[in-house]
């Protein structure tokens, strides 16, 4: 006899868990999709309603507001109603809200759809790497966490095409059909209900124990391996504790320095990221080059953020989850460093494209290491929250980046120095504080008291 966690984490590695990967890949996508496309749309925007550039900034930065909220709601509401619903919700809010956008009829009403696909846009992703988080085995579950990740790169990379295609050939009313653009996940959300499953350990911890064992038995089935007879467990999420309680929790003794580190993870590598990604069309644009020009250039950046993912999930199980999230972290601090110093087309695209290449391959592991720091029952919750937290990165960046170099006077190249002291400290303490959690099964995570790095180590 097996718990259901068991099972799961003893099944090889098949087909269907990939299936499950690529189904949720596609809506993470479409999010990244329309993150990309605010980018390209602040050019066109800007011209359209002659808009500064730290009101361009607050265009982008209120969309960051609304996964502040939409992380933390999302994950709680998760822990109570299930990963797959909520995932499905969130994808439905961002497409509607992104649809608005388009036809958006001044700054305030755009404002407003743009913090409301931010409300599900932050939801969306915790929820979708908590989901894939359990039902992947331990010794793949790193690998598949990077892959899922790696669907953001192709939904850049669609953004940069209708950037590139779109955009400069409609006009300066180019942005609004690149969000009309970006309303079809609207679609997508309504397959995506009955495509896949939901997290069995989820269905167990919740009591719901015929529901998991019938998708356990799918997986089973899809390896090839006999029907083995699954332990029900004590429902633990049906009651779900008050908002402040789960706080607590987080924030308690066992947890506190894993808490701790996620926080400072994800506002560094969210500040950073999107301080850079966001505004990197208008900067290329203000060095000189043609807004078409620009496009291609963050086009052909876009795309090294693949062998990024890639080389991150071949890592991730060999050197382990701290290991690679330091070396990626290092790296984007140099490539921003020397990014800001670019001088001639070449080198420019050069750093651009090993600190996307860095950047999103640190990405991957953050959205692998984030689920893996707390137990079942607040999951998603922890997962959300530290999200959530780093999405004031994310408001703060995208304002500060036209602040620092109007307002404040500071040159291109100080403003990346910047970034690469952030992505540099962000690293120090992944570092200092962070566990390995490489080969450990979710269910050994608890909230009674963290596992050391001696014993990540035998788990491995």
């Not at 180019?174 to 995506?192: H, Q, T």
């Amino acid at each position: 006899m097996a718990t259901v966690a068991e099972r799961l984490d003893g099944l090889p590695t098949t087909r269907k868990h990939w299936k499950i990967v690529g189904l949720s890949g596609v809506g993470w996508a479409f999010d990244a999709m329309d993150v990309g496309l605010v980018s390209f749309a602040l050019v066109a925007l800007g011209r359209d309603w002659d808009l500064s550039a730290n009101t361009r900034g607050l265009v982008a930065s209120i969309g960051f507001a609304g996964m502040f909220v939409g992380a933390a709601a999302a994950g709680r509401l998760a822990d109570r109603y299930g990963r797959r619903a909520i995932f499905t919700l969130t994808i439905l809010i961002y497409s509607i809200a992104t649809l608005l956008s388009g036809v958006a009829w001044g700054l305030v009403s755009l404002l407003a759809f743009r913090f409301v696909v931010g409300l599900g846009l932050g939801g969306e992703l915790p929820v979708a790497s908590t989901l894939v988080s359990e039902v992947a085995p331990a010794r793949s579950r790193g690998k598949m966490l990077v892959i899922l990740e790696s669907f953001w790169a192709w939904g850049w990379i669609m953004a940069a095409v209708i950037g590139l295609l779109v955009v400069p050939r409609v006009g300066d009313a180019g942005w609004r059909v690149a969000f009309i653009v970006g309303a079809a996940p609207a679609l997508y959300a309504v397959f995506l209900r009955r495509a896949v499953p939901e997290s069995p350990r989820w269905l167990a911890a919740n009591g719901r124990h015929d529901e998991a064992v019938g998708i356990v038995r799918d997986l089973e089935t899809a390896a090839g391996e006999p029907h083995v007879e699954l332990t029900p467990l004590r429902a633990e999420l049906g009651q779900q504790q008050p908002l402040v309680e789960q706080f607590r929790r987080l924030w308690s003794t066992a947890l506190a320095q894993r808490t701790f580190v996620l926080w400072v993870l994800w506002f560094g590598i969210t500040f950073s990221y999107y301080g850079v990604f966001i505004w990197l069309p208008q900067l290329l644009v203000d060095r000189g080059l043609s807004t078409v020009r620009s496009f291609e250039y963050v086009l052909i950046t876009t795309l090294a953020q693949v062998p990024g993912y890639f080389s991150a999930a071949w890592l991730v199980e060999r050197w382990g989850r701290r290991p690679t999230l330091v070396t990626y972290l290092l790296g984007s601090a140099v490539s921003a460093l020397l990014l800001g110093r670019a001088g001639d087309d070449p080198t420019l695209l050069i750093w651009s494209c090993l600190l996307s290449f860095f950047n999103l391959g640190a990405w991957g592991v953050v959205y692998t290491y984030t689920p893996e720091q707390y137990p079942t029952e607040i999951r998603a919750f922890g997962a959300g929250s530290a999200a959530s937290f780093g999405r004031l990165g994310g408001i703060i960046a995208p304002y500060l980046t036209p602040w620092l170099m109007s307002s404040a006077g500071f040159s291109q190249p100080a403003v990346f120095v910047v970034f690469m002291a952030v992505f540099a400290a962000t690293g120090l303490v992944v570092l200092l504080f962070g566990e390995e959690t490489r080969g450990r099964p979710l269910e050994a995570i608890t909230a009674t008291a963290p596992v050391t790095r001696s014993e990540a180590g035998r788990l491995a």
